[in-house]
């Protein structure tokens, strides 16, 4: 999930399989994080989210990993299926801010 | 309960022409954030306002952008002389109250295009 170059990092998977979509982030403040979902065209989707005084949060199909240790969230989506094919933004809040700050994305592709 | 709308959905100008692109936040909530969002890139944030107010508008250009968000009726963000450069999805969210821990309901967007 680290952004570089000018496209945006892209995990393709089976349909069925587990993805994990990673996140670093730099500000050793934040401590509310959240993921959501882009799919084409449309805003961004609240999917899961996690304070820093947990390492772990689980969904529906989704569990969020926090690790402050070395500032890194990652995604884990369940039994991926193709309508979960879309862009993930990671965001973190820090220090009391009320604007998150979003991180590049990472595009998922899910192949029937 | 309707989410937040955004209107118009797509909105073509011409350079030197206005944008007036329009947020109704959820029912209930009182707090808006406008973004923008380029191809391939994140979310970067614009302004913050709660009704009457401006709370925060350190992410939007000081000249040709402002934004308002009424008593009464939706959020407007007003660019004006519009460039080529303004081409961008913009992204509307509502929150009930402002706080850290507190989730953004996004909108759908507009899609900008200027010829």
């Known amino acids: 999930g680290e952004s570089v170059g000018l496209h945006l990092p892209t995990l393709s998977v089976q349909e069925g399989d587990n993805s994990i979509i990673n996140c670093a982030y730099s500000?050793?403040?934040?401590?509310?994080f959240i993921w959501y979902k882009q799919e084409s065209g449309k805003g961004p989707q609240f999917i899961i989210d996690i304070r820093s005084n947990m390492d772990k949060r689980q969904g529906q199909r989704v569990t969020v990993l926090l690790n402050k240790t070395v500032k890194h969230l990652s995604l884990q989506i369940a039994a991926t299926q193709p309508g979960d094919s879309a862009v993930y933004f990671c965001?973190?809040?820090?220090?009391?801010?009320?604007?998150?700050?979003f991180g590049r994305g990472t595009s998922l592709i899910v192949h029937p | 309960n309707a989410g937040v709308m955004q209107n118009p959905r797509h909105l073509v100008r011409r350079r030197g022409q206005e944008a007036r692109l329009r947020c109704s936040p959820m029912k209930g909530h009182s707090h808006v954030y406008w973004y923008r969002q380029l191809p391939e890139e994140g979310l970067k944030f614009m302004v913050y306002l709660q009704k009457e107010n401006i709370i925060d508008e350190s992410g939007m250009p000081k000249e040709r952008f402002s934004a308002e968000f009424p008593k009464e009726g939706p959020s407007i963000l007003r660019i004006q002389q519009v460039v080529r450069g303004d081409s961008a999805a913009y992204f509307c969210?509502?929150?009930?109250?402002?706080?850290?821990?507190?989730?953004?309901?996004f909108g759908p967007g507009t899609r900008l295009t200027v010829l």
């Open positions: 500000n050793s403040a934040s401590d509310y």
């Open positions: 969210a509502s929150s009930p109250a402002a706080s850290s821990n507190n989730e953004q309901f």
């Open positions: 965001a973190e809040n820090s220090g009391g801010s009320y604007i998150p700050t």
